[in-house]
Nanobody
Framework: QVQLVESGGGLVQAGGSLRLSCAAS????????MGWFRQAPGREREFVAA????????YYAVSVKGRFTISRDNAKNTVYLQMNSLKHEDTAVYYC??????????????????WGQGTQVTVSS
């Protein structure tokens, strides 16, 4: 089992940066692929980025590619989302999730096995 706790959200001006962290507990983190999703009010949860178990492969939503970077530190059981050039439309609750398939880069929330509680990111325009 994997327990996930996100942190690093907050209020930032458009054009600014934030780094989200997701701390994981449980023995299966290091063999799990990880993803970040977000959900804005009144909208469905959407895929943001994914990374495989080793960090060697990543995948991004078109809307964030070139601005966001997903990474992980398996020694610290943590996955990160560096967000640069933030836009108002990035405002959402951001969730990290674990996929027990090590090399998965799934964009579907249905394939992820464990979820954090979310952290709010608000970008003022």
């Amino acid at each position: 089992q994997v327990q996930l706790v996100e942190s690093g959200g907050g209020l930032v001006q458009a054009g600014g940066s934030l780094r989200l962290s997701c701390a994981a507990s449980g023995r299966t983190f290091r063999s799990s692929a990880m993803g970040w999703f977000r959900q804005a009010p009144g909208r469905e949860r959407e895929f943001v980025a994914a990374i495989n178990w080793s960090g060697g492969n990543t995948y991004y939503a078109v809307s964030v590619k070139g601005r966001f970077t997903i990474s992980r530190d398996n020694a610290k059981n943590t996955v990160y989302l560096q967000m640069n050039s933030l836009k108002h439309e990035d405002t959402a609750v951001y969730y990290c999730a674990a996929d027990l398939r090590a090399n998965s880069l799934s964009t579907s929330s249905l394939t992820y096995d464990y979820w954090g509680q979310g952290t709010q990111v608000t970008v003022s325009s």
